[in-house]
């Protein structure tokens, strides 16, 4: 079965930088979540769509943007990358906002 | 606030032994919990998951978790851990309101160590 497909994989940055990384959900999927782990941390919401609209917004910085396209795929654009924004981002898709979630396998940002 | 508490940072069992990791929730409507499972630099794979109906629900890889809404818990179980079950547990809720946009809210992990 198709599953969550996350590019790139790994993103080696240096500060100030910017970084776009993409999600494409499950096919039919209409509902887009990123959330941000740190390092030996939890996954933290940041932003979420439906049908292409902002449904949610968690503790995502303002250097952060991210968008739905008309396929479905999201992009979360990242703008004066910092140390701190070191981490696995993940995507997650779901159908409608049931809650059940599946994950794609992240993206590693590494910023120096 | 809605939030989630897992006591248990790091537990190790011994391999064959049984295993429960705990998990507290609070939220103010009727939630959705989840139980994921994260290996070393992998993504979340989705054991199980509560909505409704029988509080207790069987998942993959042999796991099985109980809802009790008097003790706000649910509590993941496997009767005998394998090697390959040493990773890191997140227990997850979500909301089932008129505002739920679907996002979760994790608790801070447990890591499980397994002693062959």
């Known amino acids: 079965a198709a599953g969550v497909i996350q590019s790139p994989r790994h993103l080696i940055k240096e500060k100030r930088e910017t970084a776009t990384l993409k999600c494409y959900p499950i096919?039919?999927?209409?509902?887009v979540y990123w959330y941000q782990q740190g390092p030996g941390q939890d996954p933290q919401f940041l932003i979420s769509f439906y049908e292409k609209m902002q449904s949610d917004k968690g503790s995502i910085p303002d250097r952060f943007s991210a968008q739905q396209f008309s396929d479905y795929h999201s992009e979360l654009n990242m703008s004066s990358l910092e140390l701190g924004d070191s981490a696995l981002y993940f995507c997650a898709s779901s159908l409608g906002t049931s809650n059940e979630q599946y994950f794609g396998p992240g993206t590693r940002l590494t910023v120096t | 606030a809605q939030s989630v508490t897992q006591p248990d940072i790091h537990i190790t069992v011994s391999e064959g032994a049984s295993l429960e990791l705990r998990c507290n929730y609070s939220y103010g409507a009727t939630p959705y919990l989840f139980w994921y499972v994260q290996s070393p630099g992998q993504g979340l794979q989705l054991l199980l998951k509560?909505?409704?109906?029988?509080?207790l629900v069987q998942g993959i890889k042999g796991f099985e978790a109980e809802f009790k809404r008097s003790q706000s818990s649910f509590n993941l179980r496997k009767p005998s851990v394998h090697w390959s079950d040493a990773a890191e547990y997140f227990c997850a809720v979500g909301a089932l309101s008129s505002s739920n946009t679907g996002k979760l809210i994790f608790g801070q992990g447990t890591t499980l160590q397994v002693k062959p």
């Open positions: 096919p039919r999927h209409d509902t």
């Open positions: 509560y909505f409704s109906g029988d509080t």
